[in-house]
């Protein structure tokens, strides 16, 4: 295109820009443009800076700069005040005395991380356990501990990432609403020497015409008027067609496969009592799984009552001494007040459980795509609310042979030939299995599966085998497109769904 050609096919806002850049030597910051008035939006000089590009009138660069923020008020480490709570004890509290003194599961946290920065010991006294300050646990009496002088400087304003030690922000990163990660990008514009020839050019700046409406016919505008040429050389934006949405495909397509291999969709609801969620499922009444860092907690309603009076006793037998399975149980004193608390479902097996409870014949072949919830802190790989791929089969046949045979098909049919599984422990099955699919040059994890325990199954009067797998959904989305971070499924970012293939 020649040059005199460019010149009249510039915009309003690129004369601007031109002129604007020229006059602070030949460079300007984006923000700086706006703020100085020549533009009012940062959009408009984004705008006419990407034009200018393409016709190498132009550079644009950016810098983008990482700080550390603090979400709103942080209070009292849980650790500080267990310190604290010892100290006015006289340097050794019993275990018990401190979960008083820190209700709502506090005291739990705080006890991991006493142990974790040595600020105290535990010792057992008789049969109760005892915490014991260390040499250091009483320095921290008297002195700010390094997260919290960092949490201090976050309250004063943004840290700079350089300026922040690693391993303290990874700590507080998997403390929820402690720490919260803000990039600020700075954004360029730089003329190039035919960009600098053309601001100096002689420009003028005024309004252009670039739609000849009928009040400026009838009015006779149009005759003063600047039209603006166009350049139907330039490029134009790709044209998208419309597509569904990649996990919407997705769990079409694992449907599709289930089906069509005899299966028939089961369901279940989000709010569970932990009997359904965990206690059926042979899991102890101590385990890390029920602590409410792990579990939402539901407050109204706090519990929900299990009316089958003859299912929750056989539960309690197998707990705590396994019951006619042969099995020795849990041991101690099962709580149905713990039962029965309200809670939002962890995993899918849930589903599974019911399913059975309601078709306790086999043979039965069922599937569910699930949505389940666990405190999880969000990064990349990380949500605390997913999806599974939740699947069981019941026949008198079933072996561990048919499960791995069942999983390597559905991969297989997935695009995912190379299937690795490997020995697993889970309470409810046995035995256990996780598998991982190569791909990208590695191996990853995507799911766990195995053969109920009698255990569980022994409750509901079922005595044929049932196979039992869970798998991740959004990291089989994540491996199917390649994608990086979880959180680009969920945020609809348009440019990410415009460019996603369509089969």
């Given at each position: 295109?020649?040059?005199?050609?460019?010149?009249?096919?510039?915009?309003?806002?690129?004369?601007?820009?031109?002129?604007?850049?020229?006059?602070?030597?030949?460079?300007?910051?984006?923000?700086?443009?706006?703020?100085?008035?020549?533009?009012?939006?940062?959009?408009?000089?984004?705008?006419?800076?990407s034009?200018?590009?393409?016709?190498g009138?132009?550079?644009?660069?950016?810098?983008?700069?990482?700080?550390?923020?603090?979400?709103g008020a942080?209070?009292?480490?849980?650790?500080?005040?267990?310190?604290?709570?010892?100290?006015?004890?006289?340097?050794?509290?019993?275990?018990?005395?401190?979960?008083?003194?820190?209700?709502g599961?506090?005291?739990?946290?705080?006890?991991?991380?006493?142990?974790?920065?040595g600020?105290?010991?535990?010792?057992k006294?008789?049969?109760?356990?005892?915490?014991?300050?260390?040499?250091?646990?009483?320095?921290?009496?008297?002195?700010?501990?390094?997260?919290?002088?960092?949490?201090?400087?976050?309250?004063?304003?943004?840290?700079?990432?350089?300026?922040?030690?690693?391993?303290?922000?990874?700590?507080?990163?998997?403390?929820?609403?402690?720490?919260?990660?803000?990039?600020?990008?700075?954004?360029?514009?730089?003329?190039?020497?035919?960009?600098?020839?053309?601001?100096?050019?002689?420009?003028?700046?005024?309004?252009?015409?670039t739609?000849?409406?009928?009040?400026?016919?009838?009015?006779?505008?149009?005759?003063?008027?600047?039209?603006?040429?166009?350049?139907?050389?330039?490029?134009?934006?790709?044209?998208?067609?419309?597509?569904k949405?990649?996990?919407?495909?997705?769990?079409?397509?694992?449907?599709?496969?289930?089906?069509?291999?005899?299966?028939?969709?089961?369901?279940?609801?989000?709010?569970?009592?932990?009997?359904?969620?965990?206690?059926?499922?042979?899991?102890?009444?101590?385990?890390?799984?029920?602590?409410?860092?792990?579990?939402?907690?539901?407050?109204?309603?706090?519990s929900?009552r299990?009316?089958?009076?003859?299912?929750?006793?056989?539960?309690?037998?197998?707990?705590?001494?396994?019951?006619?399975?042969?099995?020795?149980?849990?041991?101690?004193?099962?709580?149905?007040?713990?039962?029965?608390?309200?809670l939002?479902?962890?995993?899918?097996?849930?589903?599974?459980?019911?399913?059975?409870?309601?078709?306790?014949?086999?043979?039965?072949?069922?599937?569910?795509?699930?949505?389940?919830?666990?405190?999880?802190?969000?990064?990349?790989?990380h949500?605390?609310?997913?999806?599974?791929?939740?699947?069981?089969?019941?026949?008198?046949?079933?072996?561990?042979?048919?499960?791995?045979?069942?999983?390597?098909e559905?991969?297989?049919?997935?695009?995912?030939?190379?299937?690795?599984?490997?020995?697993?422990?889970?309470?409810?099955?046995?035995?256990?299995?996780?598998?991982?699919?190569?791909?990208?040059?590695?191996?990853?994890?995507?799911?766990?599966?195995?053969?109920?325990?009698?255990?569980?199954?022994?409750?509901?009067?079922?005595e044929?085998?049932?196979?039992?797998?869970?798998?991740?959904?959004?990291?089989?989305?994540?491996?199917?497109?390649?994608?990086?971070?979880?959180r680009?499924?969920?945020?609809?970012?348009?440019?990410?769904?415009?460019?996603?293939?369509?089969?």
């Open positions: 295109m020649e040059f005199s050609e460019m010149l009249e096919g510039l915009s309003y806002n690129e004369k601007r820009l031109l002129l604007a850049a020229d006059a602070r030597g030949g460079r300007a910051r984006i923000a700086d443009l706006v703020s100085e008035g020549s533009f009012s939006l940062e959009v408009e000089a984004m705008g006419a800076a034009w200018l590009e393409s016709k009138l132009a550079r644009l660069s950016e810098r983008s700069e990482r700080f550390y923020v603090s979400p942080v209070g009292e480490l849980p650790e500080r005040t267990a310190v604290k709570a010892i100290d006015a004890a006289g340097g050794s509290m019993a275990m018990d005395a401190l979960a008083e003194a820190m209700p599961g506090a005291d739990k946290i705080a006890v991991g991380w006493l142990k974790r920065k600020l105290a010991d535990i010792a006294e008789g049969d109760s356990k005892v915490l014991r300050l260390t040499v250091k646990g009483r320095d921290a009496l008297s002195q700010e501990m390094p997260d919290e002088a960092l949490l201090r400087r976050l309250a004063g304003g943004p840290v700079p990432e350089a300026e922040a030690d690693k391993a303290l922000i990874k700590d507080l990163k998997g403390r929820q609403g402690m720490v919260a990660e803000k990039v600020v990008t700075e954004r360029s514009v730089e003329l190039t020497e035919l960009g600098v020839r053309a601001a100096r050019s002689g420009l003028e700046i005024k309004p252009q015409v739609d000849v409406t009928d009040r400026m016919i009838q009015s006779g505008e149009w005759k003063g008027a600047e039209m603006r040429k166009y350049d139907v050389q330039t490029f134009v934006p790709p044209a998208v067609p419309a597509k949405h990649p996990l919407t495909r997705l769990s079409a397509q694992v449907r599709r496969i289930f089906t069509d291999m005899g299966f028939e969709e089961m369901s279940s609801e989000y709010v569970q009592p932990a009997f359904w969620n965990l206690d059926i499922l042979y899991t102890p009444q101590d385990h890390p799984a029920r602590d409410l860092q792990d579990t939402f907690y539901l407050e109204h309603p706090a929900i299990v009316e089958d009076e003859g299912l929750v006793a056989k539960v309690r037998s197998i707990h705590e001494d396994g019951g006619d399975t042969g099995s020795t149980g849990w041991g101690g004193k099962w709580s149905r007040e713990r039962a029965e608390a309200a939002l479902r962890t995993h899918s097996t849930v589903s599974s459980i019911k399913y059975i409870a309601e078709h306790p014949d086999a043979p039965r072949k069922a599937f569910s795509i699930s949505r389940i919830f666990r405190k999880e802190s969000i990064d990349a790989t949500l605390p609310e997913f999806t599974q791929i939740e699947g069981i089969v019941m026949d008198e046949h079933a072996n561990f042979d048919m499960l791995i045979t069942l999983i390597r559905f991969y297989a049919r997935m695009g995912f030939d190379r299937i690795r599984i490997r020995p697993a422990y889970f309470p409810y099955t046995e035995p256990s299995l996780e598998l991982e699919v190569f791909f990208n040059g590695k191996w990853m994890e995507l799911g766990g599966a195995g053969m109920f325990r009698p255990e569980v199954l022994a409750p509901l009067g079922v044929t085998p049932v196979l039992a797998w869970g798998f991740g959904f959004e990291r089989l989305a994540m491996l199917k497109w390649d994608i990086k971070d979880i680009e499924l969920y945020i609809s970012d348009l440019d990410i769904l415009k460019g996603s293939t369509v089969l």
